[in-house]
């Protein structure tokens, strides 16, 4: 059988002009900072994936409202080879309870000014362009 793609999911949260972010322990990206997320588990839904990856990652509780973007992470090893795929899923989650604390395979977790993101931290590929797009569409929502 040949490798296939790993799915897996964002869960991208914003509250008052900011997105909740963590800085991540493991490969791919280690120590860049992304939206909290990781591999769906067989039988789980996307949406349910958002929400238990939140929770392990940061211990907020959010409710996942829905899909907004799909990104792929291709990654290559010193030779070119790829070596990973993976389609990350990024689902809209309403904030609920909880201020991040990292914990999983998190180094860190806090909540991050949209505007600053970019000047402020290390991201890994599309986190900024992912975060405006979700705080456009709240923004929409919200009206």
Known sequence: MSPRPIVAVLAVVIRDGQALLVRRANPPD???WGFPGGKIEFGETFLSAAEREL????????????????VDVLAHDADGKLEHHFVLIAVECRWLAGEPSAADDALDARWVDLDRM??????????????RQAAELRHFHLR
Not at 55 to 70: D, I, K, L, M
Not at 118 to 131: G, H, I, Q, Y
């Open 30 to 32: 280690a120590g860049l």
């Open 55 to 70: 929770r392990e990652e940061t211990g907020v509780r959010a409710e996942a409202t829905h899909v907004f973007n799909a």
């Open 118 to 131: 970019e000047a402020d931290l290390s991201l890994s590929r599309d986190v900024a362009r992912v975060a």
